[in-house]
Each structure stands twice: as structure tokens, then as C-alpha cells.
């Protein structure tokens, strides 16, 4: 049972990447899907999350615009294409999963998810 993230690399400003995060041993159905990033030296923090069931989203008001979730449960597979990016967002990038009944995905940052995966690196040169 594992979560694996993908996509990440160096890439110049203003130039865009697509963050791949496969399930692997059980299904997202029935989950909250959330991508957190963190930055040398600071917090981590939420950056985007869906509702498997239906699709629903949530974007920090940093990335609002620039990036956007999506999900394929035929894959068991969410997506986060990042365009216009900037230095800013040069991070490791995690992807983690909480199985929920929630309305929201928003639950993936209120409560401890069930799987993580182990990150990938996305620098943003300028």
C-alpha cells in the first residue's frame, strides 16, 4: 500500500510542471486527496486537495489560477498540473490520502492521513 509521486524537476520561471501521485493497494475512492509542499527551512502547508467522489477542489490562495487538480480514478491516479511558476514554489512535494465520508476534501488537513508518499522535488529557477 503506497502512494507514489512524480513530476517534479528544475524548471524556469513561468514554466509549468504536471505532479503525478499513483495509489497503489487500495483505491481512492471514498478519499480526500491532498498535496502539500515544504520549502527549505519553513512548514509544510496545503497546497491543493479533491474529493475523489465527485471531484470537488480546494486551492491555497497562493497557487489559486496557476495550478490545478484533477483526478483519475480509472488510473487510481491525481494529478497537479502547476503552470506560471515561480520561484516561490521550489519545494518537496508530497501527496497523502485520508479515506473519508467528508463533504469536503479539506478534511485531508484536518485530520492525519491515512497514506503519504515520499515526495518529489520541484525547483523553480528565475
Known amino acids: 500500500v503506497q502512494l507514489v509521486e512524480s513530476g517534479g524537476g528544475l524548471v524556469q520561471a513561468g514554466g509549468s510542471l504536471r505532479l503525478s501521485c499513483v495509489a497503489s493497494?487500495?483505491?481512492?475512492?471514498?478519499?480526500?486527496i491532498g498535496w502539500f509542499r515544504q520549502a527549505p527551512g519553513k512548514a509544510r502547508e496545503g497546497v491543493s486537495c479533491i474529493r475523489s467522489s465527485d471531484g470537488s477542489t480546494y486551492y491555497a490562495d497562493s497557487v489559486k489560477g496557476r495550478f490545478t487538480i484533477s483526478r483519475d480514478n480509472a488510473k487510481n491516479t491525481v494529478y497537479l498540473q502547476m503552470n506560471s511558476l515561480k520561484p516561490e514554489d521550489t519545494a518537496v512535494y508530497y501527496c497523502?490520502?485520508?479515506?473519508?465520508?467528508?463533504?469536503?476534501?479539506?478534511?485531508?488537513?484536518?485530520?492525519?492521513?491515512?497514506?503519504w508518499g515520499k515526495g518529489t522535488l520541484v525547483t523553480v529557477s528565475s
Open positions: 497523502a490520502s485520508l479515506e473519508t465520508g467528508a463533504s469536503s476534501c479539506l478534511a485531508i488537513y484536518y485530520y492525519s492521513a491515512d497514506y
Open positions: 493497494g487500495f483505491t481512492l475512492d471514498d478519499n480526500a
